[in-house]
């Protein structure tokens, strides 16, 4: 252990939390039956970083690779107990059938679990998803809501006996909208749900009432919540863990990977196309125009910023950059990410990369949610407070103080994930900087 840098000794895992999930989909469904299948023994929890994933401490002479849960004091699978809220009702086993991403015989299995989880009323605004009609859905204004939220959080705690719990976004895109006055500070925000202002969408009223029952959140969508000004604000003024936004799960994951290997051979890019065809809820959600604006805005951001064409002229001063999402309803859930980058080499002779990923969504994302559940918890519990950046490995549009870019580039992303964990529990940081070769 280091004597160096100090612990934040974070307090010792509860033996239960409380997971609440805004938006019972697809994703949401995906991660509760895969949880209660693992537990199960009847699948492993793979894509897991807190449940496969070791980490090395030391020198790479000393051999210690602990699994990270048992390096760092996370709730065992055990010990996780689900909520949540949907503008549809039902329970989660009617969910994971609709959203056809497991197979019926496992959902069969987990059936007696699944009934268990019934969502509560969501806050819905369908303004802010245009698509979807909500029929289980809270009544009043925008203050209202909040109040009812914040209820359901002191609730579920309560009648399942628990000190802790957290808070993921899994709800439907919502549309692009400028932030306005309201959204700055948190006074304003105040006097906004007082006054039903409008430009208060239903996740921001989520990530309100999260923070306000000092429960850590993470958002796992493009929509605006705990990102605008006023509500960063707040979480550390109340000193609660948040992160964000858009799981990287599919093509930006896979675009995070690729761009930092071709700036690092300063090889050229003129132009990369994706486009992606998926049939499941969330395809059909962001068909919509002003939907798929926000989904599109975060995940162009990712090349610039790794690329850094002003540094760069030559190489990707010229780069054409194109998104594209289909809603193609034979796919469901089974998403095809397609990939055209147009690349050049030595004295700008022009090489193409094509890459098919046909991926699925919502296994992509469940294990995102188990880790961010946890990690935020740990945060939490070390003491942490406001934007938890070294999670920015999850998020296709990472959260990040005002004065610095985000860092998308994958494996910075892991050694930032890995190096604060082990300052969290007083082990040394690697560096990789050990003058004798087999000493770092
Ligand atoms: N790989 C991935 O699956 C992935 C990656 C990145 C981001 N996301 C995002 O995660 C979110 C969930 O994806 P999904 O595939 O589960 O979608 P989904 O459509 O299956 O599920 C979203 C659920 O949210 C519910 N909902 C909508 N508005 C709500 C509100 N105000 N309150 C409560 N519930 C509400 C819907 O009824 C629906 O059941 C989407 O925003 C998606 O863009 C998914």
Redesign the pocket.
């Known amino acids: 252990m280091n004597t160096e840098t100090p612990s934040e000794t974070p307090a010792p895992a509860p033996e239960r939390l409380g997971i609440l999930l805004?938006?019972?989909?697809?994703?949401?469904s995906t991660v509760v039956a895969g949880v209660f299948a693992a537990r199960r023994g009847l699948g492993l929890p793979i894509g897991s970083l807190t449940q496969m994933g070791h980490i090395r401490l030391g020198k790479r002479t000393e051999q210690s690779n602990p699994l990270i849960r048992d390096f760092a004091p996370l709730t065992a699978l055990d010990g996780l107990v689900f909520g949540g809220?949907?503008?549809?009702g039902g329970d989660l086993y009617d969910?994971c059938s609709h959203?056809e991403v497991l197979e019926s015989k496992l959902i069969d299995q987990l059936a007696d679990e699944l009934r268990g989880v019934k969502?509560m009323a969501?806050?819905?605004d369908p303004n802010?998803?245009k698509r979807?009609n909500?029929t289980h859905v809270k009544q009043g204004t925008r203050r209202a809501w909040a109040d009812a939220l914040r209820a359901d959080i002191r609730r579920f705690k309560a009648d399942n006996g628990l000190e802790r719990a957290v808070l993921v976004n899994?709800?439907?895109?919502e549309v692009y909208q400028e932030l306005g006055d309201v959204h700055q500070t948190i006074d304003a925000f105040e006097a906004g749900l007082d006054a039903d202002d409008q430009r208060i969408s239903?996740?921001m009223l989520?990530a309100y009432a999260a923070i306000m029952e000092d429960v850590p959140y993470a958002n796992?969508?493009?929509?605006p919540a705990a990102d605008i000004p006023a509500l960063s604000a707040l979480a550390i003024q109340r000193r609660v863990p948040i992160a964000g936004k858009?799981?990287?799960?599919?093509q930006t994951l896979m675009k995070t990977v690729l761009a930092p290997m071709f700036k690092a051979r300063m090889l050229g890019v003129r132009g990369w196309f994706s486009t992606n065809i998926l049939g499941?809820?969330?395809g059909e959600?962001?068909d919509e125009p002003s939907a798929f604006k926000s989904?599109e805005a975060t995940k162009l951001g990712v090349l610039d910023n790794i690329l850094e064409p002003g540094l760069h002229p030559d190489l990707y001063g010229e780069l054409y950059h194109k998104v594209r999402i289909n809603y193609y309803p034979p796919r469901g859930?089974a998403k095809e990410g397609w990939d055209n980058i147009d690349i050049t080499g030595w004295l700008g002779y022009p090489m193409q990369i094509k890459v098919d990923f046909l991926c699925r969504?919502?296994i992509?994302?469940a294990p995102i949610v188990l880790d961010l559940a946890l990690f935020l918890d740990l945060a939490a519990r070390a003491g942490r407070k406001g934007i938890q950046e070294w999670l920015s490995f999850y998020w296709?549009s990472p959260m990040t103080a005002p004065t610095v870019y985000a860092q998308h580039d994958l494996f910075v992303q892991l050694a930032k994930l890995m190096n604060n964990l082990r300052h969290m529990m007083g082990a040394t940081l690697i560096t990789h900087l050990g003058t004798e070769y087999y000493e770092d």
Not at 170 to 173: H, I, L, R
Not at 220 to 223: H, K, N, Q
Not at 246 to 250: A, E
């Open positions: 805004q938006g019972m989909g697809a994703v949401a809220w949907d503008i549809f969910a959203a969502p969501g806050a819905f802010y998803v979807l909500g899994c709800a439907s895109t239903p996740s989520y796992g969508t493009p929509s858009d799981f990287k799960t599919g499941n809820r969330d959600v962001l989904k859930d969504d919502s992509l994302a296709k």
